[in-house]
């Protein structure tokens, strides 16, 4: 059994929208958590009314919490539109976690968001676990566009 059907068969389910307060507390114990992963983020880029909440949150029989946030196009079906963990030009996305994030659940959160029914998904993942996506994409076939961050330590 592969790592990813082993974590599917560990799935309780999937909630979305994910639920504001649990979200809250998931970023707030994050240790690689973006702005852009914010309730509040997502907000913003729906209060620009071309995007709706479509982010999921993943509940495991054994306590684990994975969040992905992500927004959709609004006015055209899900066959016809886009999703996006967020749009061009709105900062970082990918799954958030309460802790540091594994191949294996990046992985999962993957083999579930391709089964959508979005004409595309677009996904620009926290360029601090850039290894780990690129560990827990390799069994898919996405069109990757290598980028660029600037990352700078600002401690001490």
Known sequence: ???????????????????????????GTSPDAMPGQTPEWIDAICATGGYADASRLYRTTDGRLLLMPMVA??????????????????????????RAIHADEIAFVLSDIIRLPYL???????????????VAAKDFHFIRLPRLAHVLNLEG
């Open 120 to 134: 595309q998904i677009a996904i620009r993942p926290n360029p601090l676990e850039a290894h780990t996506w690129e």
């Open 73 to 98: 196009r609004k006015r055209l079906p899900p066959a016809l539109s886009t999703a996006a963990s967020p749009p061009h030009a709105w900062g970082f996305g990918g799954v958030v976690t309460e």
């Open 1 to 27: 059994m592969s790592a990813v059907s082993s974590f599917m068969s560990n799935t309780q389910g999937v909630t979305s929208p994910a639920p504001r307060d649990l979200w809250r507390q998931m970023i």
